[in-house]
T-cell receptor, first 110, second 114 residues
Framework: GQQVMQIPQYQHVQEGEDFTTYCNSS?????IQWYKQRPGGHPVFLIQ?????EVKKQKRLTFQFGEAKKNSSLHITATQTTDVGTYFC??????????FGSGTRLSIRP | DTGVSQNPRHKITKRGQNVTFRCDPI?????LYWYRQTLGQGPEFLTY????????KSRLLSDRFSAERPKGSFSTLEIQRTEQGDSAMYLC????????????FGEGSWLTVV
């Protein structure tokens, strides 16, 4: 079945450093979504990418969707303590259900 | 509050007992999803409804699990004869329209089977 993989599993950075998480799907995706989950919380939608090669920015966050629509990345510039949490990518398969990656947990040294 | 509502938020039960979780989606949302999440893992798809029709069930959903959405509004997820491996957070989410739309998660129902 379809799999969505994320790396790294964990990332511990100094506040102010950059952070990147990568997402790869075993199949072509119709779109990809990114979610953030704070410790003890539930996933919260961040953004959706639909077009091949699409790049979107939200303040310090940059999201990319690969040309083949099988991979994606999230880059955070100059991390802040409020960025702490687990970042999940999630892809829609043709079966109309969303498959989540295993997530990248970001922790930050103040 | 117009978000997705789940209850109970926490449930501790003895092995072998039945438990039921309820989800109230955002009112105009026609799609409702159930996911399960364990520590350190991403949400795992269990099942989803479009209106009252259950359109897909994961192979993770054993015969002990059943979900309903009788009137196309709220949904229930029942686990019969609970096992310790059922301990997890059960997340409900809803969306409007067709594939590709944003799904909104509830705060989850934590299940601990002792």
């Amino acid at each position: 079945g379809q799999q969505v993989m994320q790396i790294p599993q964990y990332q511990h950075v100094q506040e102010g450093e950059d952070f990147t998480t990568y997402c790869n799907s075993s199949t072509t995706l119709s779109n990809i979504q990114w979610y953030k989950q704070r410790p003890g919380g539930h996933p919260v939608f961040l953004i959706q990418l639909v077009k091949s090669g699409e790049v979107k920015k939200q303040k310090r966050l940059t999201f990319q969707f690969g040309e083949a629509k099988k991979n994606s990345s999230l880059h955070i510039t100059a991390t802040q303590t409020t960025d702490v949490g687990t970042y999940f990518c999630a892809g829609y398969s043709s079966a109309s259900k969303i498959i989540f990656g295993s997530g990248t947990r970001l922790s930050i040294r103040p | 509050d117009t978000g997705v509502s789940q209850n109970p938020r926490h449930k501790i039960t003895k092995r072998g007992q039945n438990v039921t979780f309820r989800c109230d989606p955002i009112s105009e949302h026609n799609r409702l999803y159930w996911y399960r999440q364990t520590l350190g893992q991403g949400p795992e798809f269990l099942t989803y409804f479009q209106n009252e029709a259950q359109l897909e069930k994961s192979r993770l959903l054993s015969d002990r699990f059943s979900a309903e959405r009788p009137k196309g509004s709220f949904s229930t997820l029942e686990i019969q004869r609970t096992e310790q491996g059922d301990s997890a957070m059960y997340l409900c989410a809803s969306s409007f329209g067709t594939s590709g739309n944003t799904i909104y998660f509830g705060e989850g129902s934590w299940l601990t089977v002792v």
